[in-house]
């Protein structure tokens, strides 16, 4: 079954730099999505792109997929304190409006 | 418009009780997604369900969890006779309708189940 795995497991920054996580997973997809999740909080959906699209841009987001190595990667540019939180991508599979395979998630911590 | 409606947010049980826990989807979704999440971990899958019908059940342990969406109301995933090992956050998603471009999920809040 397909999983996503990302890495760093944990990142610490400062704010203000550039945040960069990646996220492979392991079977053909529809689509991967990215979430944030703060500390014992709920998931906030945060950019999805399609098995057709190299990459995608939302205000200081950036995410990049490549089917052939199936990877994808999230970078937050310009991080903020309010940016530390764990992300998570999901995959969902061909066959689609199925189940989201989770990550493990990256633990993104911005010191100020 | 509401987003996705999870209660209780915490519920504690002991050992060998029940635990009920309740979603509502945003308005307009038809397609309810149950997933767990461990401490230090990702989600995982349960049970995926629209109105009155469990479409992909392959995430449920095989005894003790069933989950139910009716025609009337919020889905239900219920746990009987818990046991410590169930202590987790459990995650309602809803979606709209299988159109182009609906592919997202929307989550709620979760519940914190604590079993003593």
């Known amino acids: 079954s397909q999983q996503g795995e990302e890495d760093p497991q944990a990142l610490s920054i400062q704010e203000g730099e550039n945040a960069t996580m990646n996220c492979s997973y392991k079977?053909?997809?529809?689509?991967l999505q990215w979430y944030r999740q703060n500390s014992g909080r709920g998931l906030v959906h945060l950019i999805l792109?399609?098995?057709?699209?190299r990459e995608k841009h939302s205000g200081r987001l950036r995410v990049t997929l490549d089917t052939s190595k199936k990877s994808s990667s999230l970078l937050i540019t310009a991080s903020r304190a309010a940016d530390t939180a764990s992300y998570f991508c999901?995959?969902?599979?061909?066959?689609?409006?199925?189940?989201?395979?989770f990550g493990q998630g990256t633990r993104l911590t911005i010191n100020p | 418009n509401a987003g996705v409606m999870q209660n209780p947010r915490h519920l504690v049980r002991r050992r060998g009780q029940e635990a009920r826990l309740r979603c509502s989807p945003m308005?307009?979704?038809?397609?309810v997604y149950w997933y767990r999440q461990l401490p230090e971990e990702g989600l995982k899958f349960m049970v995926y369900?629209?109105?009155?019908?469990?479409?992909?059940e392959s995430g449920m342990p095989k005894e003790r969890f069933s989950a139910e969406f009716p025609k009337e109301g919020p889905s239900i995933l219920r746990i009987q006779q818990v046991v410590r090992g169930d202590s987790a956050a459990y995650f309602c998603?809803?979606?709209?309708?299988?159109?182009?471009?609906?592919?997202?999920?929307?989550f709620g809040p979760g519940t914190r189940l604590t079993v003593l």
């Open positions: 369900l629209q109105k009155e019908n469990i479409i992909d």
């Open positions: 792109i399609r098995s057709n699209e």
């Open positions: 308005k307009g979704h038809s397609h």
């Open positions: 999901a995959t969902d599979g061909l066959q689609g409006a199925q189940k989201l395979v």
């Open positions: 079977t053909s997809i529809n689509n």
């Open positions: 998603a809803s979606r709209p309708r299988v159109v182009a471009g609906a592919d997202t999920q929307y």
